[in-house]
């Protein structure tokens, strides 16, 4: 579903990326995992379509569709979604009223019936409320005061009524206590399917101790180091990430 | 210079032959008032940007092209599209047409529960409500050296006179309607409004202008607004003239004991748009809230100067106005506030907040404090910004696209203004007018 050969991003000259490769299959559970500065963030800004990012690869698609120059609206519309590490507010702007363009755009764009405001409240209700989100959330506007643990959820709750194929989430779980953790960990896994994939970029190893994931990566220094199964986590809990700081070979 | 003067010749010489036909001529008073008007109309002539209160704005659009004047309610149909306009508030109405009421398209208000409603040059054939005019009109608005206000006291030939007794709670807002018809010639409506709220009253006053594109016009308004103790009064300015149309606004609200003043300014139309809005908080906590939104695109220019004079202790006034600019767009916020010596527990905050879509587009905002009381609150903030690219790339990663997305930020950045509206008919137009100057102004770009 995903294919990436040797990708690159730079930004102001600098680059953060150097020669990333990563295959995601439908149906799997991706983590990946690094110190800070490893480039993690940039790697989920460049796979959603940021612009302010310099961006080569020898492969960079999305089933089937190549990325490299395609605009993030597109990118979304055809099942990509990435939530944010750190949500942006609206002010002025409902999160329903939100939600519902997102929804709809998407819907448009598989040819699905678009939502009115009146049926897309109840929608929207049900689906915070199976994820034990206060409705009151909606009537806000968008992110605008959200607590930390209230962003992040809100994102979930994007990726629930979006559908995506392909989920990217950024440290979805930084700044969550153990309650919301385990909220957003089951949002999480409310929305494993056969058909979609899921990438969990993270620093720590705690969320995947309720989202089990099927790969575990290690990005150092723009590229992956080492990929493994879940037990690499636990043992980059015990170890740190110091030792695979070495400087590694890197195909220029 | 010499150039405007003779404008202003101009206008002399229209005004001796028109001064008989003008409503109220014979009373002495007014007679004196027109007469000090014109001349001091002459003596300032129009503004140049060499003044401070001008710096900005060139009215020069204005001064070279020659407007007349007329007397009579023109013949001209308005045309469907205004009907809407005209008919969106339910409720008692007046409409001038180039500056004359137009009975047709007025609405009586339909219950006499003593709202006043009617035609200053009809009231000013009535003896005692004549005299009772003397104290509004008797004296310029707080602006002795604004020629367009002088222009206006010498010229006005109607307008509306509204008073509202004392405890009365009028129901549904009160419109007047000022519409400049295009009708063959470039003509200068200066229309005249007093309002006087009594004590404990309460109401809200829509004035709405519109104009019929094609042809140069002028609308130099002048609103008094005179509000009694604990009064409350809800005012909107809603200005949708066409690009072909010059648009001077001065309003002067004068503020008794406790009494409670809203004002919302929205600016979509004119060509050029200069509105005065002076607020005089003359009694103990007494209130106002100013608030404004405009839009420019192509090459219009929009000047709101506002001052708000705290006289009396305990007062309180909220300000903030919002630009929106585009194009060759032009933008200019002059807030005055002064505390008077006297004016102890002041507490005011002016908010000027502007949204840039282009390189070309300018805004010039500058605060302007006077504070000669010790004990008081008074903050301000300026602000001038561009679509947030993070919020732009936030939508889009949702799927919506770059012009939704556009859309959706600067409906948010309105928001703050548009969701202060009381009154239902105009949230709802305002929030149109925008989007329609979002796609007309997508079109110019």
Known sequence: MLRIRNLHASIDGREILRGLSLGVQAGEVHAIMGPNGSGKSTFAQVLAGRDIYKVAADELSFDGHDLIGMAPELRARSGLFLAFQYPVEIPGVSNLYFLRSAVNSVRKHRGLPEFDAVDFISVAKHCAAQFGLDDAMLKRAVNEGFSGGEKKRNEILQMMLLEPRLAILDETDSGLDIDALKVVARGINAMRRPGRAIVLVTHYQRLLDYVEPDQVHVLVGGSIVRSGTKELALELEQRGYSWLEQPVAVET | ?445
């Open chain 2, 1 to 445: 210079m010499s150039a405007l003067l003779a404008e202003q010749n101009i206008y002399a010489t229209a005004f001796s032959e028109i001064v008989d036909r003008l409503p109220g001529r014979g009373l002495d008073w007014l007679d004196h008032l027109r007469k000090g008007s014109i001349e001091r109309f002459v003596q300032l002539g129009f503004p140049t940007t060499r003044l401070e209160d001008w710096k900005y704005t060139n009215v020069s659009p204005i001064a070279r092209r020659t407007f007349h004047h007329v007397l009579s309610p023109s013949r001209t149909q308005v045309a469907d599209s205004m009907r809407s306009q005209v008919d969106l508030v339910p409720g008692p109405r007046l409409v001038f047409v180039d500056g004359i009421l137009d009975r047709s398209l007025s609405l009586k208000p339909d219950c006499d529960g003593g709202l006043k409603l009617c035609s200053i040059a009809e009231s000013l054939r009535d003896p005692q409500q004549a005299a009772a005019l003397e104290r509004h009109l008797g004296r310029y608005p707080g602006l002795p050296d604004h020629a367009f206000v002088a222009w206006n006291t010498a010229f006005f030939a109607d307008g509306a006179y509204i008073e509202i007794p004392a405890g009365e709670v009028v129901m549904r807002p009160i419109h007047l309607v000022f519409i400049s018809s295009g009708a063959g010639q470039p003509i200068a409506a200066h229309p005249r409004n007093v309002i006087v709220v009594g004590d404990g009253a309460r109401a809200a006053l829509v004035e709405t202008f519109l104009s019929v594109p094609g042809q140069a016009s002028l609308t130099n308004a002048v609103t008094g607004i005179v509000a009694g103790a604990n009064a409350a009064v809800d005012y909107y300015q809603m200005e949708c003239e066409s690009t072909d149309s010059f648009h001077v606004a001065t309003v002067n609200a004068s503020l008794a004991r406790n009494a409670d003043f809203t004002s919302h300014t929205f600016s979509f139309g004119a060509a050029l748009t200069r509105n005065d809005l002076v607020v005089t908080l003359d009694g103990e906590g007494a209130q106002c809230r100013l608030d404004g939104l405009f839009l420019v695109e192509g090459d219009r220019l929009v000047d709101n100067h506002t001052e708000i004079d705290h006289r009396q202790p305990h007062a309180t006034s909220r300000e903030l106005y919002k630009g929106i600019l585009s194009g060759y767009g032009q933008g200019v916020f002059n807030g005055a506030i002064i505390v008077r010596k006297d004016a102890q527990k002041t507490d005011a905050v002016q908010h000027s907040k502007n949204l840039l879509l282009s390189d070309h587009a300018q805004i010039n905002t500058k605060p302007q404090l006077e504070i000669r009381a010790n004990d008081v609150r008074c903050a301000h903030g300026a602000s001038i910004g561009q679509l947030d690219q993070e919020s732009m790339f936030y939508l889009k990663t949702r799927g919506i696209d770059s012009r939704a997305a556009r859309q959706m930020l600067i409906r948010g950045f309105a928001a703050e203004i548009l969701d202060g509206i009381r009154v239902p008919d105009i949230r709802r137009q305002s929030a149109d007018l925008l989007d329609a100057w979002f796609e007309s102004s997508l079109e110019a770009a």
